[in-house]
């Protein structure tokens, strides 16, 4: 299984940005994508998930009405649209894969790069 994360960059307070999950190895449309994220001196924390089925899970509450997390299965790639960024959301940005449904971080078991977000204010 491979996971490449793309699409991080440098924005300033209140752009947005797309980070894109391409995957290859898997029959992605089986599997559920989380996106997590990982600032300086933190903990990795979860974002958003997207399940087999299409069903959403947000694992933290500052996102909500912000990222949105959708899936192209013909395209094997998920994307984590980002609006309204602020300067807290700065991180490394990771997607996961596991099969059928959104859980915890720990029951992720195959992950992306990571790809940087710095949000400038």
Known sequence: VQLQASGGGLVQAGGSLRLSCAASGITFGNYAIGW????????????????????????????KGRFTISRDNAKN????????????????YYCAS????CSGL????SWGQGTQVTVSS
């Open 98 to 101: 596991r099969w059928n449904l």
């Open 36 to 63: 997590f994220r990982q600032a300086p001196g933190k903990q990795r924390e979860g974002v958003l998930c997207i399940s087999r089925s299409g069903g959403i899970t947000t694992y933290t509450d500052s996102v």
């Open 77 to 92: 790639t998920a994307y984590l649209q980002m609006d309204s960024l602020k300067p807290e959301d700065t991180a490394v």
């Open 106 to 109: 720990s029951d992720f078991y």
